[in-house]
């Protein structure tokens, strides 16, 4: 039975600069709906004070629904989203990525479309077009021709740090996925397609956070995420 309607994983790695900031719009966000819901910090081995801050707003918040996941040793995103999921007691189970550069107010919409009967609700970003933005937009649009090519995709976005899914639906997946970093998502979201989840996707804004220190490097991040698509698409499409 589910404890909650909704599960918020929140993967933590390095995230000093924002996190206060960004705990106190999510909790707010949260507090206006009529759901019951929980929020689970899962902390990868940050090198900043990123666990302090954890601990304290856990201390601040006896109240809430607040709990962590510390991992001993840096696992990668998608590990801290899989161990977030597999701890979770919502009906309803997502991650957001905690520097909101996609808005905590969409927050109520994913969820409404899980609600309507979607098995999954990802969003699709919209970038803020800015000169800084170019080499991303123009990987990210090389990603997505490649994606569909070697895999079959349907969807526009399969990166999006925002994706919440029905807890019963995703759990079995869970245990198929192979990728522990930031190849995850394009996994998950090419197992929903195996599987015939119901998927949504959400057109979301995108809007770099200025005060955010991205971990994200772009020339051998690019490199890394093609040589796993390369090796996924052939196991996927031979299975």
């Known amino acids: 039975m589910d404890k909650y309607d909704v599960s918020l994983v929140l993967p933590c790695y390095n995230e000093s600069e924002i996190f206060n900031a960004s705990v106190?719009?999510?909790?707010?966000?949260?507090?206006?709906?009529?759901?019951?819901?929980?929020?689970?910090?899962?902390?990868?081995?940050?090198?900043?004070?990123?666990?302090?801050?954890?601990?304290?707003?856990?201390g601040k918040n006896p109240r809430l629904n607040l709990s962590a996941v510390y991992h001993q040793r840096n696992l990668g995103r998608g590990k801290t989203v899989v161990d977030g999921?597999?701890?979770?007691?919502?009906?309803?189970?997502?991650?957001?990525?905690?520097?909101?550069?996609?808005?905590?107010?969409?927050?109520p919409k994913f969820i409404s479309e899980l609600e309507a009967g979607a098995d999954a609700a990802v969003a699709w970003r919209i970038y803020d077009f800015a000169f800084w933005s170019l080499p991303r937009w123009l990987a990210t649009k090389g990603y997505v021709w490649l994606r569909k090519k070697l895999l079959g995709l349907p969807y526009q976005d399969t990166e999006g740090g925002y994706?919440?899914?029905?807890?019963?639906?995703?759990?079995?997946?869970?245990?198929?996925?192979?990728?522990?970093?930031?190849?995850?998502?394009?996994?998950?979201?090419?197992?929903?397609?195996?599987h015939k989840l119901r998927v949504k996707e959400i057109p979301v804004a995108f809007v770099r956070n200025p005060q955010k220190t991205s971990t994200v490097r772009l020339v051998p991040d690019t490199i890394n995420y093609l040589w796993n698509l390369i090796k996924f698409s052939w196991k996927f499409n031979h299975e």
Not at 32 to 48: A, G, L, N, P
Not at 88 to 105: N, P, S
Not at 170 to 193: R, Y
């Open 24 to 58: 106190k719009r999510i909790i707010k966000t949260l507090s206006q709906t009529d759901y019951t819901w929980e929020i689970i910090f899962v902390e990868d081995k940050s090198r900043d004070n990123t666990v302090a801050l954890i601990a304290k707003v856990l």
């Open 85 to 107: 999921f597999k701890k979770a007691q919502g009906k309803y189970v997502g991650f957001i990525d905690i520097d909101l550069e996609t808005g905590e107010w969409y927050l």
């Open 163 to 194: 994706k919440f899914f029905k807890r019963k639906k995703i759990l079995p997946l869970l245990k198929k996925v192979k990728n522990k970093g930031w190849f995850f998502d394009t996994e998950i979201m090419a197992l929903c397609f195996k």
